[in-house]
């Protein structure tokens, strides 16, 4: 799987480790259990006895949970810490959500209702609601962060492949919550740049005459 953004292994990590340690748990637990079921049957013990408790157990039950907890936060927060601290030369989009549709206004004053950024470029997204709290989410990215209203959160990513990737919301948010999706497409830096282009580039009005050249008396005729 190739990496579609700049902390995307940060986040898989994580995941790995979580569900690496509880896999390993469930294995020894299960066993555990299994056991001491036919260990203490009531046919092997007639007879229920009193059992003593036992320091070093105690201990270990304590120590090691506390560890891996320890680990996973660590990883967690290494993943959080990338994504909370943006490089200076980030390109900045601000991100509005409101019921239900997400919106993206560039520094040059462009808006569109899909997200284009140039491919292994940092791009800053100021995120900002409307109306009711709402969470924006690439899946493919490996992060989401609310969008809340009045108050401003932020995220960044650098992708470094192209493609087109779904964005959605993961944050319940009214009746069409279901369908307040819409794409990141991640361009080549000369096609990005193509893109400004056309839409910085000024408006013709075509319902304006025409002027013609009258090439009898060399003065323009409308």
Known sequence: MFNE???????????????????????????????????????????????????????????????????????????????????????????????????????????TDTLYVPVNKPVKLDLVSLDVNHSFYVPVFRFKRDVLPNKNNSIWFQPDQIGSFDIACAEYCGTDHWNMYTKVVVMEQKDYDTWIALMTAPVVDETEPLIQADTTNGKPNN
């Open 5 to 111: 953004t700049n902390y995307v292994d940060s986040v898989n990590n994580a995941f790995y480790f979580i569900v690496a340690i509880s896999t390993v748990l469930l294995i020894v637990v299960t066993f555990l259990m299994l056991y001491f079921v036919w260990k203490y049957s009531a046919k092997r013990n007639p007879k229920a006895t009193n059992i003593e408790g036992n320091m070093t157990l105690e201990v270990l039950w304590t120590v090691i949970p506390l560890i891996l907890v320890g680990g996973m936060f660590w990883y967690g927060y290494l993943g959080y810490e990338i994504s909370a601290t943006p490089p200076e030369n980030s390109m900045v989009v601000t991100v509005t959500g409101q019921m239900w549709k997400w919106n993206f206004e560039y520094e040059n004053g462009i808006k």
